[in-house]
């Protein structure tokens, strides 16, 4: 009997299916206008070193409506070092003039503030996908980085200028989901929080920041705790003075993931959550 059960263990773990073994973690770093010269308005921080698996890069200059001058440059540093690379853009509250400007054009009809804003957020997608094109940059994903603006800062004091906030990101996700382009978003739990009432979009993937907090402990805990938004977190970042560090989250491996379909024609809904 003995024999008889060991042969059948032995049997049972050679015809067994193979477990699939998880997604190395791997490493990049984020760049954007900081890394441009002093002469053109950056910081002249150093690009990622050889050894960066993957990059972010910036599509504006810390605000909407701004290009990153560097741009061009730094899609031309990734194809010559031949590493992957999505897209960010900085979303923020429109001024009087672009709430003038923009929020009379767009897909949702110009009846109340929060469709106005909508149409603003709209709006900074479109410049943000008219970046990609100029510089031929065919991401398969940008990411919406949600955080405090000074130069331009979100009104954080009630729950309806949260929501106004909320449709500002709505309007920007809706331009690039218009134009096949997949989104996630980029935050931290106070400032999400602050600037959208603690939104819960769970749909949407996220990019969790650990600030300064030390890595491993604290990046690598970003991509198992729970996320600002309630989205799968996806990757994880830290910086210090020098550079921005990113990781990429167990199963995921920085490869496209799908974007959302386009809203119906006609479509003026916002998304709600809670």
Sequence with gaps: MA???ALLMAFIAGTAPAQAAPAPTLYGHDVSWPQCPATIGGHDLPMPPPTTQFVVIGL???LPFTENPCLAAQVDWARTHDKSAQAYTIPAFPTPAQLGRYGA???????????????VGYAQARFALTSLG?????TPVVWIDVEPRPA?????STPQQQQDNRAVIEGLMRGLRDAGVAYGLYSYLAGWRDITGSWLVPGVPVWATAGRLDYPTEARDRCTQPSFSGGQVLLAQWYDDVR???????????????????????????????
Excluded at 249 to 274: K, L, V
Aim: proline fraction near 18%.
């Design 244 to 274: 921005d560090y990113d990781m990429t989250c167990s199963p995921y491996a920085f490869t496209p993931f799908p974007a959302p379909p386009p809203s119906p024609p006609g479509s003026g809904n916002h998304a709600t959550g809670r």
């Design 105 to 119: 054009s767009g897909p949702w009809a110009t009846t109340n503030r929060a469709a106005r804003l909508s149409n």
């Design 152 to 156: 331009q800062p979100w009104p954080t």
């Design 60 to 62: 504006t200059k810390g």
């Design 134 to 138: 100029r510089v031929r940059f065919a």
């Design 3 to 5: 024999l008889f059960s």
